[in-house]
C-alpha cells in the first residue's frame, strides 16, 4: 500500500519545530545566563518545555522517537549555530555529525525484531 507523502512530512516537521524550540530555548537560557537576567532565563525555559511537549505529538515509542530526535537535533543546532552565531564549523563537527544522522537513520528506518 503506497504512503502518502504529506503523511510522511509530517514526522519530520515535527521534529524540525521541536529542535527550533530546543535550540532556541537553550540560547535563551544561555544569554539570560550571561547577564539578560532571570526573566529572559524563564522565557527560554518555556521554550524547553514546549519542545517536550511538540516532540511527544509523534506516536513513537520513546527510544525510538528521542533517537531520531536526537539526529534532527544535531542537524538544526549545528546550522543555527553556523547562521545565528556564526560559529565556524569544523571538520570533525561535520564528521560527528554524519555519524549523529546515519546512527537516526538507523534507529528510526531499522527493521526490530
Known sequence: MPVDRPSRLIPLLIF??????EVA??????AGMR??????????????AAYGVVVNKL?????RLL?????????????????AFHDRIRTS???GLAVIVAGGAIIHFGVGD
Request: contains cysteine; aromatic residues 8%; hydrophobic residues 60%.
Open 25 to 30: 530555548g537553550d540560547a535563551i537560557v544561555r
Open 93 to 95: 563537527t561535520w564528521l
Open 67 to 83: 533517537g531520531t530526535y536526537v539526529a534532527v537535533f544535531a542537524l538544526t543546532s549545528v546550522a543555527i549555530g553556523r547562521l
Open 59 to 63: 506516536d513513537l515509542d520513546f527510544s
Open 35 to 48: 547577564g539578560r537576567g532571570l526573566g529572559v532565563m524563564a522565557a527560554g525555559c518555556l521554550l524547553l
Open 16 to 21: 524540525l519545530a521541536a529542535a527550533i524550540l
